[in-house]
């Protein structure tokens, strides 16, 4: 009264010649359909998904972390209440950030303050409490400002004023001490004989001057401009 039918991974579907007949099988068909059922429930929600959270997907696994930030704040518009568009941001913004801070760290090697103090500042604004880029956009910006104060003592010294160029390169040591061109500039210049008593005090020891310096960076400073 009824046919077994082999299928693919051994299900069997029965087929009765009588209405009345019951399936011994009838339990896989249910599965099956169950199956199908939350598999059409689960491709509907992925395709629910906002453009732009499947954009920003594209771009996290192409390592685009900027436009994957952006393309996820969009599609958290769209879905507020995602935990995995929450997620994937999350994940993007701390990407993005160590990328800048990186790229921070590359330009400052290179004696480059002002693009490492602007891509220290791209990393914060991924992370703003991350304590990593915070001391580097920190460091940077006094970096930049003594790197300024040098130059100006550069100029005034290249005018034969020696006293002037030598405030500036102490204000810019003092402001960081790990400026070691303001040392290296320091050093030459009480290395010459022709000071005269306007700058007696380059002959006394260089840390007395700089209160407000780490005495200890000063010296190591000094050790390697020698």
């Known amino acids: 009264d009824t046919i077994p039918i082999q299928t693919e991974r051994n299900w069997y579907l029965c087929v009765s010649h009588r209405p009345d007949t019951p ?3 009838e339990s896989h068909v249910r ?21 732009d959270a499947r954009y920003g997907d594209q771009l996290r696994l192409a390592g685009r972390w900027d436009e994957a930030v952006q393309a996820y704040q969009r599609a958290l518009k769209d879905e507020p209440f995602s935990q995995a ?33 602007q891509a ?20 940077m910006s006094r970096l930049k400002e003594a790197e300024g104060l040098y130059q100006e003592g550069i100029k005034l010294e ?4 020696t006293h002037e160029a030598l405030e500036k390169y102490e204000q810019a040591l003092e402001l960081e001490p790990s400026f070691s061109p303001a040392v290296a500039a320091i050093t030459a210049l009480a290395k010459q004989d022709a000071m005269g008593e306007a700058d007696e005090r380059l002959r ?16 190591d400073m000094l050790a390697q401009a020698g």
Request: charged residues 25%.
């Open 120 to 139: 220290f500042k791209r990393a914060l604004m991924y992370e703003p409490m991350n304590a990593d880029n915070q001391a580097g956009y920190e460091q």
């Open 31 to 51: 599965r099956l359909a169950l199956a199908a059922l939350v598999m059409t429930i689960l491709n509907g929600c992925a395709a629910w998904h906002s453009p």
């Open 23 to 25: 399936c011994r099988k």
């Open 204 to 219: 006394k020891p260089i840390t007395l001057r700089f209160p407000n310096a780490r005495i200890k960076d000063v010296f």
């Open 85 to 117: 568009v929450q997620t994937n941001l999350a994940l993007a913004r701390a990407q993005a950030s160590s990328q800048h801070r990186e790229k921070a760290k590359e330009f400052q090697a290179q004696g480059k303050w002002e693009e490492a103090r």
């Open 158 to 161: 290249h005018l034969g004023r």
